[in-house]
């Protein structure tokens, strides 16, 4: 059964500051997802990454992974109080997209002016 | 953009009842999933759904629940007898390059 850890679950930080989030999961996957979930809303796709050492930016926004050590990373780079949220990576069950996704708890990301 | 639709945005129905949620998944996709999120906690898979038949089903998805395709292009939800467990979003995705996209979510409140 895939497992998705991510850590941590809350972070409060300042304004202008870097962080990194991280999601570990316990079977090969093909794909792995960031979804950005606001209060009360739908999931928005962040990034998408397929194949070891990927890495992808959008903004202040970095993601990367590491297929052998099943490890993806988000990190922010210098945090801006937009990006408050709840960010949840999630792991395709299977090859193909057929089976779905397995997601992490989501960490709630705090970030005071 | 192409994006997924749900109806309603938010049911209210009584322990017992049935409810049929409702989803348009982006045209060109061929597969499709319902996911539920209970509040507070992390995003759930309940079942997916490829070549007009279930692809796969967690644990969740029981003999209550049921998926359609009835018209190729709604997909649709259905839970028999709901509930009070049964209070939550549910998000109907669908699957295509590059990525899978979610609808904006039902709110199903069991009272």
């Known amino acids: 059964e895939l497992k998705v850890e991510q850590n941590p679950l809350f972070l409060s930080m300042q304004e202008g500051k870097n962080y990194t989030i991280y999601c570990n999961y316990s079977?090969?996957?093909?794909?792995l997802y960031w979804y950005r979930q606001d209060p009360g809303k739908s999931l928005e796709s962040l990034f998408v990454?397929?194949?070891?050492?990927a890495v992808k930016q959008e903004g202040r926004l970095m993601a990367s992974l590491d297929t052998k050590a099943r490890l993806s990373t988000l990190h922010i780079t210098a945090a801006v109080h937009d990006l408050s949220a709840t960010y949840f990576c999630?792991?395709?069950?299977?090859?193909?997209?057929?089976?779905?996704?397995?997601f992490g708890k989501g960490t709630h990301l705090i970030i005071q002016p | 953009e192409p994006e997924v639709t749900q109806t309603p945005s938010h049911q209210v129905t009584q322990m017992g009842q049935e409810v049929i949620l409702r989803c348009v998944p982006i045209?060109?996709?061929?597969?499709f999933y319902w996911y539920r999120q209970i509040l507070g906690q992390k995003v759930e898979f309940l079942v997916s759904f490829y070549n007009n038949e279930i692809s796969e089903k967690s644990e969740i998805f029981d003999d209550q629940f049921s998926v359609e395709r009835p018209d190729g292009s709604n997909f649709t939800l259905k839970i028999r007898s709901t509930k009070l467990e049964d209070s939550a979003m549910y998000f109907c995705?669908?699957?295509?390059?590059?990525?899978?996209?979610f609808g904006p979510g039902t709110r199903l409140t069991v009272t």
């Open positions: 079977t090969t996957s093909d794909r």
């Open positions: 999630a792991v395709a069950n299977s090859g193909g997209g057929a089976d779905g996704l397995t």
């Open positions: 995705a669908s699957s295509g390059p590059p990525g899978e996209y």
């Open positions: 990454l397929l194949s070891n050492g």
């Open positions: 045209s060109n996709h061929l597969y």
